[in-house]
């Protein structure tokens, strides 16, 4: 069974978790997520959502609607890039550990 409580803190400090803004260009569905990342990563489904609960990349407005996850923000939480994550969460998307992922999926910058 996954656990769908969210960190609510960062493990390594402590720090309280700000929400992810995730712009449409960004999000993507599980199913899209699956096709991106199968086979360069070797993850099932329920590991994929295991990781995106663990780091807080997805929004969901209601209980039962589709989840919106941050196709970069998954991308550097497979890579295990923590630093650009953080820079992402803080929303600093014009740093070049952050714009890397977005030049990789092909995502336009605001």
Do not use: C
Not at 34 to 54: A, G
């Amino acid at each position: 069974m996954i656990n769908t409580r969210p960190v609510k803190t960062a493990p390594a400090t402590g720090e309280r978790l700000r929400p992810l803004y995730i712009p449409p260009a960004e999000e993507i569905t599980v199913q899209r997520a699956i096709d991106l990342f199968r086979y360069d990563y070797n993850v099932s489904e329920d590991t994929l959502r295991r990781l995106v609960i663990k780091h807080r990349l997805h929004n969901q407005t209601m209980p039962g609607v589709p989840w919106r996850i941050s196709a970069p923000g998954l991308a550097m939480a497979l890579a295990g890039d923590d630093d650009a994550l953080a820079r992402l969460r803080r929303d600093d998307r014009e740093h070049p550990d952050v714009t890397r992922y977005f030049k990789r999926l092909g995502i336009p910058r605001p």
